[in-house]
Structures are given as C-alpha cells and as structure tokens.
C-alpha cells in the first residue's frame, strides 16, 4: 500500500473494526498521516489525495521541529 500523502511504501495496519472486518486503519511510518479504509478517495488514493497537502518524504527531516518546553519556574 502507498501512502497517500508522501507516496511511500510504509504503511502499516494501525487498528481494525473490533466487530467484524468493517473497516481497518492504515498508518504511514514516514509522514505518520492515518487514514481509514472507509474514508473518500480524496483521503485515501494517492493518486486523488489533494496536491497542495502532499509532502515529500526526503524534505521532512528539514521541516520545523514544535520548540522544547523550557523548565518549569519555581
Ligand atoms: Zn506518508
């Protein structure tokens, strides 16, 4: 399966339906966009999935890491 945000391959089951096989959802190890199998092709064909919100995997170790939290004042 491919990831239909950032077009890799590493995509791992995260969780199924508990009742029944209704639905499962899917994981990407490289972007970490999860999505549900039951979702509309916009969200889930990374061939329709919306271009303005694609990343590319090779850029994401460039991207702007959430700053630490300082210590606490006492
Ligand atoms: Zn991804």
């Known amino acids: ?6 077009d ?12 029944g096989d209704v ?4 994981i990407c190890k ?3 966009y999860s999505w549900r199998s039951t979702e509309t092709s916009d969200k889930t064909d990374p061939k329709e999935y919306n271009a303005k919100f694609k990343i590319k995997a090779e ?5 702007l890491v959430i700053p630490a939290i300082p210590p606490l004042k006492k």
């Open 1 to 6: 399966m491919i990831c239909p945000r950032c």
């Open 8 to 19: 890799t391959d590493k995509v791992e089951v995260m969780v199924k339906s508990p009742v």
């Open 23 to 26: 639905w499962e959802v899917y």
């Open 30 to 32: 490289t972007c970490w």
């Open 59 to 63: 850029s994401i170790p460039d991207m």
